[in-house]
């Protein structure tokens, strides 16, 4: 790097003006730091909060697929759970919340469309939490991370990321 360039920048702060949270009705854990993250950036700009589900239908078997009574049921459970975020959300202090639900592909579902009817500056998804070691990010984020057109921030819960051992 051109030490000229480095000695001369100066750092700028970097503003959001629109903010997604990508809620995984799967994954309470990983969504709920996620979930938290946003709201504080949410509400420390004074920005709007768009709160993104997708009901996956990957996840249903080809008769429950076809049966109406399943899809409006779990459709039921996707808004009902949607609608517990933007009330939590408003109790923290945003003011303009956004429930946002679509259907199939989660990651793809978000980027594609999403993304593009809210137009957020930045995405926030969680991580998936595993025991072990190596810490991976689920395949949504993933896909999310790669595709999206702005900016995407990963929350991992607090509680899976490894605390380094001090030597004494």
């Known amino acids: 790097m051109d030490q000229e360039q480095l000695a ?45 589900s997708v009901l996956e239908t990957g996840d249903l078997n080809v008769f429950q697929s076809l049966d109406p009574d399943v899809l409006s049921e779990r459709r039921n459970e996707i808004a009902k759970d949607l609608n517990v975020y933007v009330e939590k959300a408003k109790k923290a202090g945003i003011l303009d919340v956004v429930p ?16 593009p009817q809210f137009k ?4 926030v998804v969680g ?25 995407v921030i990963v929350v991992r819960d607090p509680a899976s990321v490894p605390v380094p051992k001090t030597e004494n």
């Open 100 to 115: 946002m639900i679509g259907e199939g592909k989660p990651g793809r579902v978000v980027v594609e469309q999403m993304i």
């Open 127 to 151: 991580s998936e939490t595993h025991s072990g070691a190596r810490k991976t990010i689920g395949s949504v984020a993933a896909h999310i991370t790669r595709f999206s057109p702005c900016s």
């Open 120 to 123: 957020p500056d930045l995405v």
């Open 8 to 52: 001369a920048f100066e750092v700028s702060t970097r503003h959001f003006n629109r903010i997604m949270i990508a809620i995984d009705d799967d994954d309470f854990i990983s969504s709920r730091f996620a979930f938290d993250y946003a709201c504080t950036v949410a509400k420390i700009y004074s920005i709007p909060l768009a709160i993104a």
